[in-house]
Nanobody, 125 residues
Framework: QVQLQESGGGSVQSGGSLRLSCAASGYPYSDYCMAWFRQAPGKELEGVATIERDGSLNYADSVRGRFTVSQGTDNAIMYLQMNSLQPDDTAMYFC???????????????????WGQGTQVTVSS
């Protein structure tokens, strides 16, 4: 059974940093496109970053240059390093996995079959 579990959320002031983790179990992690999404109150789900099976990375324009997605050495964990956080980054952050490649999945939520429960990030000004 595929399971994803996020951790690392919290409250920080504007300009601060957080590192989120997504622990994966139950499947060959390296066979999936992995992604981070976020959803702010009253807003739609937004794709943040993806990491392809070959290690290729993609970022949403809103976070490029501030956020970095990476994998652990055993590929069973994914990280999202978030720097220069702003109040607009306040959201529930989710990790997700798709059997298709990231090129096909893009940031379409329906392409991702597996989701974590989410971790809250709150940035105050």
């Amino acid at each position: 059974q595929v399971q994803l579990q996020e951790s690392g959320g919290g409250s920080v002031q504007s300009g601060g940093s957080l590192r989120l983790s997504c622990a994966a179990s139950g499947y060959p992690y390296s066979d999936y496109c992995m992604a981070w999404f976020r959803q702010a109150p009253g807003k739609e789900l937004e794709g943040v970053a993806t990491i392809e099976r070959d290690g290729s990375l993609n970022y949403a324009d809103s976070v490029r240059g501030r956020f970095t997605v990476s994998q652990g050495t055993d590929n069973a964990i994914m990280y999202l390093q978030m720097n220069s956080l702003q109040p607009d980054d306040t959201a529930m952050y989710f990790c997700a996995a798709a059997r298709s490649g990231c090129f096909y999945a893009g940031y379409r939520a329906e392409a991702f079959s597996y989701w974590g429960q989410g971790t809250q990030v709150t940035v105050s000004s």
